[in-house]
């Protein structure tokens, strides 16, 4: 009876089963291809540099105007600003240009030229640090013309030196000078001439080195991006989508998206199907919100999981980033001598570099809270001087990966507020190793009072990883969070099976098990209590 | 007594050397010297476009008292581009030691060709 009960189950469904798979074969036909075997990838063929390529170009050799003799920065910008009226007045309202942002009330505003801090090259000192300002897009740090060619010039030439030599030879008199005057001059004018939208390169140049060196800064951000593999970054290798940075950062009025500071840099997650003209794309504008194949379990974790924090393992993967700068240990010498090796260095203490690092991970809604030269530590701890906003229950807020940066930087023990000294000049920490004097002018430069006295505490501060996208393939497997010490080990407000500890859960889970135990005990002892001398 | 005469030695020699690097810098036109450098290379580049045109040493990779020995005994090999060398005037060549010089390891503006 049971046997034939059993039998007869077994036919239905295998009916149901070749059913099912009729109707879906079926549906599968008429179904639009959303989702393909790896889930949503945009078609991008030849890649964005290929569909640039084809757009209308201004050949910016033809024009007079650019055929002068030009003998300074400035006399390039006014050239360019005579076709390109409104460029300056839209740049110079940019955080490019300011090195400002909004700050919690009007006299503290934020960013380098503001009262914010970090724990590496520490302060601009209101851009008083000449080092710093090598950055600022003009031709002469925060004064002066804007410098175009930064971001539009297409060739790599050091105009500042070129100018600086040209009119040294100038003034020369000899025929050997003269020469290399002209051959300056034709330089200039080539490099003048070849002019286009931002290249990997030119964004590059400054955000490369952040920090004063290569992927000092980032960690998601080296030169390794210039010309990346697919391997290390599948959006911007040139076998990939041969993104330039700009894909993404998209520009309105020279207005670059996707800065993340006090607030995040994008507040929407939709795809460019909603809205084809969002000021940021981010990975869902392309990918949309369900990335995966259909009913794949990973389509139901990106309401809680940004994408970056299983697709890119690891950041700093060729070159390698500072993650440790102890500035209590600057200033020592060897032989009399200033100190310049890998792990030490004498006008700027103690570092240590890694490469293939693993992220650290924590909620995040798209903005940083970061500490201000105004503001009051506890320095009995490790200070945070910036950290992700974001909670559990904020519907804006992913898991995200993180670099955090570690380091030790100096404070005044009276005021319990942080230092900011004037590293660079003649009369900077990096020319005198005298932090009495460095610290006073850095503070005035800042108008903020110093009391004489200072020391160091350790801090952390945390930068978003989102470039080095890896492929597919060597996407974070699910065990790499789901075990009990897996990478989202310690993420509060969320339920990780295999790694969170519940209590509730962990007793239901204990007491189904339990259950099913004594179900099977159950069922086995009544089959041999009903045997009826049939064995068992 | 013997020590002392030793240290002294040394240290004439030292500042010996020294100020003839920063001499043999102060010779020489450094600006000069960056342009005949990189021209050694943009020549070599035309003849046998497998040489880069980046310069095979940059200045800061030798010391200032390097630098000196390698144009004291013409060590130019190290350099390639043999024969673009060779056709080298002694004014290009102190001209490319003082520019070398100034941006060496220990001088206080080390600098790399880029």
């Given at each position: 009876?049971?046997?034939?009960?059993?039998?007869?189950?077994?036919?239905?469904?295998?009916?149901?089963?070749?059913?099912?798979?009729?109707?879906a074969?079926?549906?599968?036909?008429?179904?639009?291809?959303?989702?393909?075997?790896?889930g949503?990838?945009p078609?991008?063929?030849?890649?964005?540099?290929?569909?640039?390529?084809?757009?209308?170009?201004?050949n910016?050799?033809?024009?007079?105007i650019?055929?002068q003799?030009?003998?300074s920065?400035d006399?390039?910008?006014?050239?360019?600003l005579?076709?390109?009226?409104?460029?300056?007045?839209?740049f110079?309202?940019?955080?490019?240009?300011?090195w400002?942002?909004?700050?919690?009330?009007?006299?503290?505003?934020?960013?380098?030229?503001?009262?914010?801090?970090?724990?590496?090259?520490?302060?601009?000192?209101?851009?008083?640090?000449?080092?710093?300002?090598?950055?600022?897009?003009?031709?002469?740090?925060?004064?002066?013309?804007?410098?175009?060619?930064v971001?539009?010039?297409?060739?790599?030439f050091?105009?500042?030196?070129?100018?600086?030599?040209?009119?040294?030879?100038?003034?020369?008199?000899?025929?050997?000078?003269?020469?290399?005057?002209?051959?300056?001059?034709?330089?200039?004018?080539k490099?003048?001439?070849?002019?286009?939208?931002?290249?990997?390169?030119?964004?590059?140049?400054?955000?490369?080195?952040?920090g004063?060196?290569?992927?000092?800064?980032?960690?998601d951000?080296?030169?390794?991006?210039?010309?990346?593999?697919?391997?290390?970054?599948?959006?911007?290798?040139?076998?990939?989508?041969?993104?330039?940075?700009?894909?993404?950062h998209?520009?309105?009025?020279?207005?670059?998206a996707?800065?993340?500071?006090?607030?995040p840099?994008?507040t929407?997650?939709k795809?460019?199907?909603?809205?084809?003209?969002?000021?940021?794309i981010?990975?869902?504008?392309?990918?949309?919100?369900?990335p995966?194949?259909?009913?794949?379990?990973?389509?139901?974790?990106t309401?809680?999981?940004?994408?970056?924090t299983c697709?890119i393992?690891?950041?700093?993967?060729?070159?390698?980033?500072?993650?440790?700068?102890?500035?209590?240990?600057?200033?020592?010498?060897?032989?009399?001598?200033?100190?310049?090796?890998?792990?030490?260095?004498?006008?700027?203490?103690?570092?240590?570099?890694?490469?293939?690092?693993?992220p650290?991970?924590d909620?995040?809604?798209?903005?940083?809270?970061?500490?201000?030269?105004?503001?009051?530590?506890?320095?009995?701890?490790?200070?945070?001087v910036?950290k992700?906003?974001g909670?559990?229950?904020?519907?804006?807020?992913?898991?995200?990966?993180?670099k955090?940066?570690?380091?030790k930087?100096?404070?005044?023990?009276?005021?319990?507020?942080?230092?900011a000294?004037?590293?660079?000049?003649?009369?900077?920490?990096?020319e005198?190793?005298?932090?009495?004097?460095?610290?006073?002018?850095?503070?005035?430069?800042?108008?903020?009072?110093?009391?004489?006295?200072?020391?160091?505490v350790?801090?952390?501060s945390?930068?978003?990883?989102?470039?080095?996208?890896?492929?597919?393939?060597?996407?974070?497997?699910?065990?790499?969070?789901?075990?009990?010490?897996?990478?989202?080990?310690?993420?509060?407000?969320?339920?990780?099976?295999?790694?969170?500890?519940?209590?509730?859960?962990?007793?239901i889970?204990?007491?189904?098990?339990?259950?099913?135990?004594?179900?099977?005990?159950?069922?086995?002892?009544?089959?041999?209590?009903?045997?009826?001398g049939?064995?068992i | 007594?013997?020590?002392?005469?030793i240290?002294?030695?040394?240290?004439?020699?030292?500042?010996?050397?020294i100020?003839?690097?920063?001499?043999?810098?102060?010779?020489?036109?450094?600006?000069?010297?960056?342009?005949a450098?990189?021209?050694?290379?943009?020549?070599?580049?035309?003849?046998?476009p497998?040489?880069?045109?980046?310069?095979?040493?940059?200045p800061?990779?030798?010391?200032?008292?390097?630098?000196?020995r390698?144009?004291?005994n013409k060590?130019?090999?190290?350099?390639?581009?043999?024969?673009?060398?060779?056709?080298?005037?002694?004014?290009?060549?102190?001209?490319?030691c003082?520019?070398?010089?100034?941006?060496?390891?220990?001088?206080?503006?080390?600098?790399k060709?880029?």
């Open positions: 009876m049971m046997k034939e009960f059993f039998m007869q189950s077994f036919v239905l469904k295998k009916h149901v089963a070749k059913t099912c798979c009729l109707m074969l079926i549906m599968g036909c008429f179904l639009p291809p959303v989702h393909g075997e790896d949503m990838k078609v991008d063929k030849g890649g964005f540099a290929a569909m640039r390529s084809q757009q209308i170009k201004i910016h050799s033809r024009y007079e650019l055929k003799d030009f003998t920065g006399e390039v910008t006014k050239a360019c005579s076709c390109h009226t409104t460029a300056d007045e839209d110079r309202k940019t955080i490019h240009w300011t400002l942002t909004p700050g919690p009330d009007a006299e503290t505003p934020m960013g380098k030229a503001g009262y914010s801090i970090n724990n590496f090259c520490i302060s601009t000192n209101n851009m008083n640090d000449k080092s710093c300002s090598a950055c600022h897009a003009g031709w002469n740090g925060k004064e002066g013309e804007i410098n175009c060619l971001c539009h010039g297409q060739k790599e050091n105009m500042t030196e070129a100018f600086d030599d040209l009119n040294y030879f100038k003034a020369e008199s000899d025929d050997e000078s003269r020469d290399m005057a002209q051959e300056i001059q034709g330089n200039i004018k490099t003048v001439e070849d002019i286009g939208i931002p290249q990997r390169k030119n964004c590059g140049s400054c955000h490369f080195y952040g004063g060196g290569n992927g000092v800064k980032h960690g951000l080296d030169n390794s991006l210039a010309t990346p593999s697919k391997d290390l970054d599948v959006h911007m290798a040139g076998d990939g989508g041969n993104f330039t940075c700009t894909r993404c998209t520009t309105r009025m020279h207005e670059v996707g800065r993340t500071y006090t607030s840099a994008s929407t997650r795809s460019l199907i909603d809205d084809d003209l969002m000021p940021k981010t990975c869902e504008s392309c990918h949309s919100s369900s995966h194949k259909i009913l794949a379990k990973m389509n139901d974790h309401d809680k999981v940004a994408c970056q697709h393992p690891a950041f700093a993967r060729e070159k390698p980033t500072k993650v440790w700068w102890d500035w209590s240990k600057a200033g020592e010498l060897k032989d009399g001598k200033k100190v310049k090796t890998e792990d030490y260095m004498t006008i700027k203490g103690e570092m240590r570099w890694e490469t293939n690092v693993k650290e991970y909620w995040y809604n798209g903005a940083l809270r970061t500490l201000t030269l105004k503001d009051t530590i506890d320095p009995s701890g490790i200070v945070q910036s992700p906003v909670d559990s229950h904020d519907p804006h807020s992913r898991i995200f990966p993180f955090v940066f570690r380091g930087q100096p404070y005044d023990p009276k005021s319990n507020r942080f230092l000294p004037l590293l660079s000049g003649n009369q900077g920490y990096w005198t190793l005298d932090w009495e004097s460095a610290l006073t002018l850095g503070m005035k430069d800042m108008n903020l009072p110093f009391s004489g006295t200072w020391d160091f350790e801090t952390t945390v930068f978003p990883i989102t470039h080095m996208v890896a492929p597919a393939a060597n996407a974070l497997s699910c065990k790499e969070c789901h075990s009990p010490m897996g990478r989202l080990a310690g993420i509060g407000g969320v339920y990780i099976p295999g790694s969170s500890d519940n209590a509730w859960i962990s007793r889970g204990v007491f189904l098990a339990m259950c099913a135990l004594l179900g099977s005990l159950g069922h086995g002892v009544l089959r041999f209590l009903v045997r009826k049939k064995g | 007594m013997k020590k002392i005469f240290v002294m030695i040394v240290a004439v020699f030292g500042l010996v050397s100020s003839a690097s920063v001499h043999a810098a102060d010779k020489g036109d450094k600006r000069k010297g960056k342009y450098y990189r021209n050694v290379y943009k020549k070599c580049h035309e003849t046998d497998s040489v880069s045109l980046t310069p095979a040493l940059s800061d990779t030798k010391t200032m008292a390097q630098w000196q390698v144009f004291d060590e130019f090999d190290q350099f390639g581009c043999k024969a673009v060398w060779d056709a080298l005037s002694a004014d290009d060549l102190e001209n490319i003082s520019y070398l010089i100034s941006g060496a390891a220990d001088s206080p503006t080390p600098a060709c880029k």
